[in-house]
């Protein structure tokens, strides 16, 4: 499914977020606190945006590690690096999130965004995150989620459940991936279930920030 939607992917990501996406992107990228000699781990990587922007935040990431398992994605974001000649700095593979290919504690930072809850087995990627970190190393995870002040929730799943679906569909001209990102939201665990998954992969100073009225949460977290 990633792969058949690759192709039109950036173009949906900025159209059914209003360009809003970039701003939680740059928030996230910001909560690692970056000196400017971190590598980072971007998990399901996609196009590379998240790694982009990494190195793009000032100071910057020394070096991006880009992890996703759609070969298609991946050759949409190695377009993007050579376009920027950043692929000195920033490497794509493709792979398993449940089984990253990096050494113990050899990343200082590692960020998710919009991947973790297409991982089948949440907990055994929140753990092998927690392995790839050193002491100290800084989680960023971004994910959807459904809004809880009444209003705003009905308003969210209208859009969410049909006029997004129907957009989806028509641009990328692909019947079910538009309807599965509803599906996979609702089916993913909640700001606190998922709070206590990475307490339980050990990790602690864990925080869930809820942006533009609760759509989507920033999860912050360290490794001890």
């Not at 009444?150 to 969210?156: N, T």
């Amino acid at each position: 499914m990633f792969d058949a939607i690759a192709g039109h992917y950036d173009l949906l990501n900025r159209l059914l977020s209003a360009g809003i996406d970039r701003r939680w992107r740059k928030k996230a990228i910001a909560s690692l606190r970056l000196t400017g000699t971190e590598r980072v781990l971007d998990l399901c990587t996609g196009t590379a945006d998240v790694a982009i922007a990494a190195v793009d935040a000032r100071p910057p990431a020394k070096r991006v590690l880009g992890v996703d398992f759609s070969a298609a994605m991946l050759r949409i974001g190695a377009r993007k690096l050579t376009a920027r000649s950043l692929q000195s700095r920033i490497t794509l593979v493709r792979a398993d999130a449940t089984r990253i290919p990096v050494a113990d504690r050899s990343v200082e930072a590692v960020t998710v965004a919009f991947g973790i809850r297409n991982v089948e087995n949440t907990a055994a990627a929140c753990d092998e995150i927690y392995r790839a970190l050193g002491p100290g190393g800084r989680l960023a995870v971004l994910e959807f989620a459904i809004p809880t002040a009444p209003v705003v929730r009905a308003v969210y799943l209208c859009y969410f459940n049909y006029v997004l679906p129907l957009i989806g569909r028509l641009i990328s001209r692909h019947g079910s991936a538009y309807g599965y990102l509803p599906a996979s939201v609702g089916a993913f665990a909640s700001p606190d279930e998922f709070v206590k998954i990475m307490r339980q992969s050990g990790f602690v100073e864990v925080g869930a920030a809820p942006q533009t009225l609760g759509i989507v949460y920033l999860y912050t977290a360290r490794k001890a």
